[in-house]
């Protein structure tokens, strides 16, 4: 059965500190990997991750994927309040389905 | 450019009624999906559709049916809705295979 399981669950921070969100996949016939976030309304497409080793970048937000070691990171620099939200990871399978972790809430306390 | 929308946003209604939801996309994506969330659970998949009349089952579908006659809808029916079928439900479409899905704002169900 495909899984993806995200990591830690939930994480509170300081304004301008640095955070790394954790994913692995269990995905078969593996295409991609989505990161949304989500705050109080639907989930919002921040990246798709295909190749292994390339990092994907948008203003302080980042995330690369590793094929062989099935995972992959975001990573949020300088902190705002407005960073606040639950991200969410997705592994798309050949079978055109997404599969989602549960996601990790982020809190970014002033 | 309205995208992507579900209606009603809000939703009570009694157990053993037939409800449903309602998705429409104006982006003529090929593919669109329904998904709910509960707390624990995250995002489970329901139904999605490849394309116009063809649909599939997706990790949570029993109680639920789905039908896609046009491209631009994809409505959602609970036959006879369960309390435990209160949840948040999404909707969601994508343009073709490899691409990211974008979703609708939700619709909060409530059963009694």
């Known amino acids: 059965e495909d899984k993806v399981v995200q990591s830690p669950l939930s994480l509170v921070v300081h304004e301008g500190d640095t955070v790394t969100l954790n994913c692995s996949y269990e995905?078969?016939?593996?295409?991609?990997l989505l990161w949304y976030k989500q705050e109080k309304k639907a989930p919002t497409f921040l990246f798709m991750l295909?190749?292994?080793?390339i990092e994907k970048k948008s203003g302080r937000l980042s995330s690369i994927l590793d094929k062989k070691e099935l995972f992959s990171i975001l990573n949020i620099t300088a902190t705002q309040t407005g960073d606040s939200a639950i991200y969410l990871c997705?592994?798309?399978?050949?079978?055109?389905?997404?599969?989602f972790g549960k996601g990790t809430k982020l809190t970014v306390n002033p | 450019d309205a995208g992507i929308t579900q209606s009603p946003r809000y939703k009570i209604t009694e157990t053993g009624r037939q409800v449903t939801l309602m998705c429409h996309q104006t982006?003529?994506?090929?593919?669109m999906f329904w998904y709910r969330q509960d707390l624990g659970h995250g995002l489970r998949l329901i139904y999605y559709?490849?394309?116009?009349?063809?649909?599939d089952k997706g990790e949570v579908p029993d109680g639920y049916v789905v039908s896609r006659s046009k491209t631009e809808n994809f409505p959602l029916t609970l036959e006879s809705a369960t309390r435990s079928q209160t949840s948040v439900y999404f909707c969601?479409?994508?343009?073709?295979?490899?691409?990211?899905?974008?979703f609708g704002p939700g619709t909060r169900l409530t059963v009694t």
């Open positions: 982006w003529s994506h090929s593919y």
């Open positions: 995905v078969t016939n593996f295409r991609s």
């Open positions: 997705a592994g798309s399978s050949g079978s055109e389905k997404l599969v």
């Open positions: 295909t190749s292994s080793g």
């Open positions: 969601a479409s994508r343009r073709g295979s490899n691409y990211e899905q974008y």
């Open positions: 559709s490849a394309a116009a009349d063809i649909t």
